[in-house]
């Protein structure tokens, strides 16, 4: 019988997972359906299915959208020839990039420019990397974190630069880090690390959470690269780990003779998941919430589309159908509402149809 829950702090949804799904809630609430975007949003199942469920079309190929459609880049960053061949096709194109992502792609340019060999520390065919390496392919060379630097030799040895995937585990980048500085003494990095503030805070989290729970359990989709490492760095600290996607997933043999539960989630996961989790489990004593930091960081709406829905609350005040002409609202107030909010406001959106007087953001 579980006797507590261990709640980890922080955890779920980052400031760039904030922005990108307020973003597309704001395209869903603004244009008629469908809205295209280029990738799943993030990658999370159940936030990808409200979306689906709201009349967002999720599409691999730029080939997939039509001419004059409303079209979102997904957070995770895409290549520059994605990008020239939406703003083709799209009347209307937000990119919703996580800004620490943008930081790398700025970085491989960069250094690329300026005849570095670049090492990419990331995971072959997740959309960050794929998005980063082409920015610069012909500098750069993959080295996933499990396999290491191996046999890789640059052009020039003292010109080589290491930039990574963010959501990496810490231990793996460090491992791969510390491998090229031996190898290459004047291997340049980042000032500041490319690793997100997130990944590392949810990653120290969960270290404090192995050390003293009977299993931990993660939540979070399969292709969230970040969930996935928040499992393997549980498991370095000597704990039992799974990932769950919610509550359905939990395989009662692993909670046999547990009296401790860990729990977090990955920083696409929305904490409505994380509640349900709890109930599930039925902890006799409660659940005690373990806190490694507090986060405050707000990342704004992307800048086009800031723009556009400044342009429309204009004409709205300039005397169209404004209740409040003057006072601010939901784009002026942006960093007080959050993206769960923001999926609560989706699952009413299939009734618009039955109700189109139901109120918009």
Same mark, same amino acid.
């Given at each position: 019988?579980?006797?507590?829950?261990?709640?980890?702090?922080?955890?779920?949804?980052?400031?760039?997972?904030?922005?990108?799904?307020?973003?597309?809630?704001?395209?869903? *609430?603004?244009?008629?359906?469908?809205?295209?975007?280029?990738?799943?949003?993030?990658?999370?199942?159940?936030?990808?299915?409200?979306?689906?469920?709201?009349?967002?079309?999720?599409?691999?190929?730029?080939?997939?959208?039509?001419?004059?459609?409303?079209?979102?880049?997904?957070?995770?960053?895409?290549?520059?020839?994605?990008?020239?061949?939406?703003?083709?096709?799209?009347?209307?194109?937000?990119?919703?990039?996580?800004?620490?992502?943008?930081?790398?792609?700025?970085?491989? +340019?960069?250094?690329?420019?300026?005849?570095?060999?670049?090492?990419?520390?990331?995971?072959?065919?997740?959309?960050?990397?794929?998005?980063?390496?082409?920015?610069?392919?012909?500098?750069?060379?993959?080295?996933?974190?499990?396999?290491?630097?191996?046999?890789? *030799?640059?052009?020039?040895?003292?010109?080589?630069?290491?930039?990574?995937?963010?959501?990496? &585990?810490?231990?793996?980048?460090?491992?791969?880090?510390?491998?090229?500085?031996?190898?290459?003494?004047?291997?340049?990095?980042?000032?500041?690390?490319?690793?997100?503030?997130?990944?590392?805070?949810?990653?120290?989290?969960?270290?404090?959470?192995?050390? +003293?729970?009977?299993?931990?359990?993660?939540?979070?989709?399969?292709?969230?690269?970040?969930?996935?490492?928040?499992? +393997?760095?549980?498991?370095? &600290?000597?704990?039992?780990?799974?990932?769950?996607?919610?509550? &359905?997933?939990?395989? *009662?043999? #692993?909670?046999?003779?547990?009296?401790?539960?860990?729990?977090?989630?990955?920083?696409?996961?929305?904490?409505?998941?994380?509640?349900?989790?709890?109930?599930?489990?039925?902890?006799?004593?409660?659940?005690?919430?373990?806190?490694?930091?507090?986060?405050?960081?707000?990342?704004?709406?992307?800048?086009?589309?800031?723009?556009?829905?400044?342009?429309?609350?204009?004409?709205?005040? &300039?005397?169209?159908?404004? *209740?409040?002409?003057?006072?601010?609202?939901?784009?002026?107030?942006?960093?007080? #509402?959050?993206?769960?909010?923001?999926?609560?406001?989706?699952?009413?959106?299939?009734?618009?149809?039955?109700?189109?007087?139901?109120?918009?953001?």
């Amino acid at each position: 019988m579980i006797q507590k829950v261990l709640l980890a702090e922080p955890r779920g949804f980052c400031a760039g997972v904030e922005m990108a799904i307020k973003a597309l809630t704001w395209m869903v *609430q603004t244009f008629e359906a469908p809205v295209y975007c280029f990738h799943e949003i993030v990658h999370n199942r159940d936030v990808v299915r409200s979306f689906e469920d709201a009349g967002v079309v999720f599409v691999d190929s730029m080939e997939n959208v039509p001419v004059g459609a409303a079209v979102m880049l997904s957070a995770h960053g895409s290549a520059p020839d994605v990008v020239a061949d939406a703003g083709d096709r799209a009347a209307v194109l937000v990119d919703a990039v996580c800004p620490l992502v943008t930081k790398v792609h700025h970085e491989v +340019r960069r250094m690329a420019d300026k005849g570095f060999d670049i090492i990419y520390v990331g995971h072959e065919g997740h959309d960050e990397a794929v998005g980063t390496i082409a920015e610069a392919p012909q500098a750069i060379t993959l080295i996933d974190p499990e396999n290491g630097l191996g046999d890789y *030799q640059p052009d020039n040895p003292g010109r080589v630069a290491l930039v990574s995937q963010t959501t990496l &585990g810490l231990f793996e980048f460090e491992g791969v880090l510390d491998a090229a500085a031996e190898r290459f003494p004047e291997l340049w990095t980042a000032r500041k690390s490319d690793l997100c503030y997130a990944t590392t805070n949810r990653q120290r989290a969960i270290q404090e959470l192995a050390g +003293r729970s009977d299993v931990v359990l993660v939540v979070g989709s399969e292709n969230s690269s970040n969930t996935q490492a928040l499992v +393997r760095v549980a498991k370095a &600290g000597g704990a039992k780990a799974y990932r769950i996607d919610g509550p &359905g997933a939990i395989d *009662q043999t #692993w909670l046999e003779g547990a009296e401790v539960v860990g729990l977090t989630a990955g920083a696409s996961a929305p904490d409505q998941l994380v509640f349900q989790v709890v109930e599930a489990l039925e902890p006799v004593n409660g659940v005690e919430v373990v806190q490694v930091t507090q986060e405050g960081e707000y990342f704004p709406l992307p800048p086009d589309l800031r723009r556009l829905l400044a342009a429309l609350q204009a004409a709205v005040e &300039g005397g169209l159908t404004a *209740q409040r002409p003057g006072l601010e609202g939901r784009l002026e107030n942006d960093r007080s #509402w959050k993206a769960d909010e923001a999926l609560a406001l989706l699952s009413t959106e299939a009734d618009q149809a039955l109700n189109p007087l139901r109120p918009r953001l």
